[in-house]
């Protein structure tokens, strides 16, 4: 039964904070561990964002974004990229129907595997960017084009893209502008000694469990509406933009840091998903006030991949991470 949300704000963030926490519960059934990658993965989510997620293979990347798409009754796709992959294999085709009242053909479009509200873009750097750029738009706008005529794509859309770091042979790396779409930026460790023998017993056993639906599509679109309406502290405001400008080099708010090992730095996009992100973390946690811990928390997935690091940053081993971290540190 559907639950409409409060307007008081105290009681919207807490209804919010109470189906954040089921929904982790239902996907704690099937995924061990992963507490920090499932709560980013539900953040982005709500705040209309999308996520890249890079791991080895075998990490249960399909089976944690299955389990999502099931606890909030979505419908769900998984798209294997492939070099011979084409745009019409992501976006959809059109074929020769025959009309059997009319006794001619016509064409009729075949929606693609776009159309679902989640979508897993396994190994998106195998294939070239052509392909690619056939999901990014839909990302972007929110609507497919194809062969002249624009379908929108059913709310919520959440993409979730994969990438091994282990392979780069016959690859086609994500350019910056391209990344910079993704709101976060996650990367899947292996599991620890405890998970990993909780991993093995659960696959190699009889076992049946039932994932419950937490939330319908309505209530994922209101939320997300709500995340919008959580009021922003001018000193939150004033130290995240801040933040984001100083990862900018050779800039009036640029520090010796920065100029001496980036390359190129964050754009207002960052600043932006910070803040989405900072409220609906927030929400998370029954709030209805954005606080810094919020921003440091998410200052990582959301500036790792809008960063570059030049060659003296890699020759003395100091990685994206490390330079958010000590920015962080001096805010």
Known sequence: MKQSIPEAPDRAAELFSDSFQKIKDEISKTVVG??????QLLISLFSRGHCVLVGVPGLAKTLLIQTVAQTLNLSFSR???????MPGDITGTEVIEDNKETGKKHFKF?????????VLADEINRTPPKTQAALLEGMQEFNVTASGQRFQLDR??????????IEQEGTYPLPEAQLDRFMFNLWLDYPAIEEEKMIVTQTTSPRNVVINSILEK????????????????????E???????????KTEHSTELVDKYLSW???PRASQYLVLGAKTRALSRGRYNVEMEDIHALAVPVLRHRIVTNYAAEAEGLTSVKIIEKLLKNL
């Open 79 to 85: 798209i294997q990229f492939t070099p011979d992959l």
């Open 156 to 165: 919520p859309f959440f993409v979730l893209a994969t990438q091994n770091p």
């Open 34 to 39: 992963q507490k920090d990658i499932v709560d």
């Open 218 to 237: 309505e209530q994922i679109i209101e939320f997300q509406e709500l995340v919008r309406e959580v009021p922003l502290p001018d000193h939150v405001l």
């Open 110 to 118: 075949i929606k693609g595997p776009i159309f679902a509200n989640i």
């Open 239 to 249: 130290k995240t933009v801040k933040l984001v400008s100083q990862t900018r080099p």
């Open 265 to 267: 730095g964050a754009g």
